[in-house]
Every structure is written in structure tokens, then in C-alpha cells.
């Protein structure tokens, strides 16, 4: 039987794992060895694919799950110590699949006429353009189960009314760093709770961390949320279940701030420890 875990940390990945920029990952690096020295699994939850998600992961030996596509699905890898946990399946999909929502996209932007394109639309040349990545991240980032990302190329307005014919539709839209996510109708805090119960943590202090508006559910659900400071201005006025944390450095350094704060407060109930950055 897998030993229980004094927390487990879900965390973003663009701008709170990551640097926003330029994707380093160095800064978060002793905040991690804490996490892996104290035997705290750390979930990646992000908008990313299973596919660029998984090489993350093993280039950071994270071998617990990941959560994608904005809590779509949440993946485990056969080596995974919650694996036996869910003997018949890698994955649980907690969303709708792509096809499905390309065909609602098809209608609506015939309904609405709004501007965008879709990622199935581009190609690995164009998402690398928009994203700063390589092209063969690009192509991972392209391979894509449960969700469409939008590079809105309209006003604020008719996002807006976009949004409202996405929801009436009974799919939803979130707004990431760069993109405007078409998905089913979950969320990163839905799947997080839900992973936790299928391996049962029902119990187990939940960290999240995060930085941006598609991360708000997240931080809702966690016991102890922290918001990494973004280039982009103030994180979402969104409370976690028992304490609230902003960091003063960016990612990947502010993660190591956040998680050491977090894991004080949550694991010691030390919140005297956390209050530097609350």
C-alpha cells in the first residue's frame, strides 16, 4: 500500500513551474528536491498535452500524474506509485474530445463570425511562432485529446459574446497566458479533486500553485493556495480553502518561494512561517 503523503502539490506549469519567458525551470529546482526529500508528490496541472506534459515530467523525475488540457484528463504513468490505485486504465477524462469540439467551433464561428484561429488550423511552424517553442514542441503541444486553444484575433466585446455561445453550448472557454482554451465542462480544481479521490487522498492537504485566470479553480479547491507572481499584474482575487499566498519573485524562483511557504504552512500549520509572502 502506497504510504500517505503529508501533502500533495498540484501546480501549473507556463509561469509558476516554469519561467513565463523563456520556460526555465532551474529557480524552481530547490523547492522540488524539497517536495521529493519530504516525499510530497508534485502533480503538474496545466494546458498542456499528455505528450509535452509526460517529457516534462521525465526530465524532472515526477512520477506520481499529470493533469492536462486545463483538468481534461488526468494521466498516470505505468510506473506510477498511485498506478496500482486504478488498475484498469493511465488515464481518467473528466472532459469531452477534440472532434466533438471542432464541430461546435465550426458553428459558432459561422454564427458569430468571430476572428480566431484554432490550433488544428496552424502549423507546427506558426504554433512555434506564437509560443516560443521548438517545432518538435510545438508538434506535442499540437497533439491535442480533449481541448482547442484560440489565438483571439477579435475585441474584448465579441470575446465576450463568444464566450456566452461557447457556455450555451455546453462547453466553456478559459482564458490561459497566451490562448483562449474551448473545452468540456471541468476544470483544473474538478480534476485535482477527483484524482485525489480515485487514489484515495481524499483526506490528504492540498498546495496548488499557479498564476493566471485558468488557474482560479485550482487555488479554489486547494487547502493552501499560492499565486506566483506574473509579468502580467495581480493574480485573480481567488481564496484557497484555509490560506491564500502571493509570491515576490516571478517562476520558476518564485515556486521554490511559494512551495516552501506553502509546505510550512500546510504540513507544520506553520502559518507564522508564511505570512512573509501572504
Not at 87 to 93: F, V
Not at 168 to 176: I, K
Request: aromatic share 4%.
Amino acid at each position: 500500500m502506497t504510504p500517505v503523503p503529508p501533502a500533495v502539490v498540484f501546480t501549473d506549469l507556463d509561469g509558476t513551474l516554469l519561467g513565463h519567458h523563456d520556460y526555465s525551470v532551474d529557480g524552481a529546482l530547490p523547492g522540488l528536491e524539497r517536495c521529493a526529500a519530504l516525499g510530497v508528490p508534485v502533480i503538474p496541472t496545466t494546458s498542456k498535452t499528455a505528450a509535452e506534459t509526460e517529457a516534462l515530467m521525465r526530465r524532472l523525475q515526477l512520477d506520481w500524474a499529470c493533469i492536462v488540457e486545463n483538468g481534461s484528463a488526468a494521466i498516470l504513468p505505468g510506473h506510477s506509485p498511485w498506478a496500482a490505485s486504478l488498475p484498469d486504465t493511465s488515464a481518467l477524462c473528466f472532459g469531452i474530445r477534440r472532434e466533438q469540439i471542432g464541430d461546435v467551433l465550426a458553428r459558432l464561428r459561422a454564427e458569430t463570425g468571430a476572428r480566431f484561429t484554432a490550433f488544428s488550423e496552424m502549423s507546427h511552424e506558426r504554433i512555434a511562432e506564437l509560443t516560443g517553442l521548438s517545432l518538435a514542441d510545438a508538434a506535442q503541444a499540437a497533439a491535442r485529446d480533449y481541448s482547442e486553444p484560440l489565438h483571439w484575433e477579435d475585441t474584448a466585446e465579441q470575446l465576450e459574446a463568444f464566450e456566452a455561445a461557447v457556455l450555451a453550448a455546453g462547453l466553456q472557454c478559459l482564458r490561459g497566458g497566451r490562448f483562449v482554451h474551448v473545452l468540456g465542462r471541468t476544470d483544473k480544481g474538478k480534476a485535482a479533486r477527483a484524482l485525489l479521490d480515485a487514489v484515495g487522498l481524499t483526506r490528504c492537504p492540498m498546495i496548488a500553485l499557479g498564476d493566471a485566470g485558468n488557474d482560479e479553480a485550482l487555488i479554489a479547491a486547494a487547502d493552501v493556495g499560492v499565486w506566483v507572481r506574473s509579468p502580467r499584474g495581480s493574480a485573480p482575487p481567488t481564496q484557497a480553502r484555509r490560506l491564500t499566498l502571493h509570491t515576490r519573485a516571478l517562476a520558476p524562483s518564485g515556486w521554490t518561494e511559494g512551495v516552501n511557504a506553502a509546505l510550512n504552512a500546510c504540513i507544520g500549520d506553520d502559518r507564522e512561517s508564511a505570512r512573509g509572502i501572504a
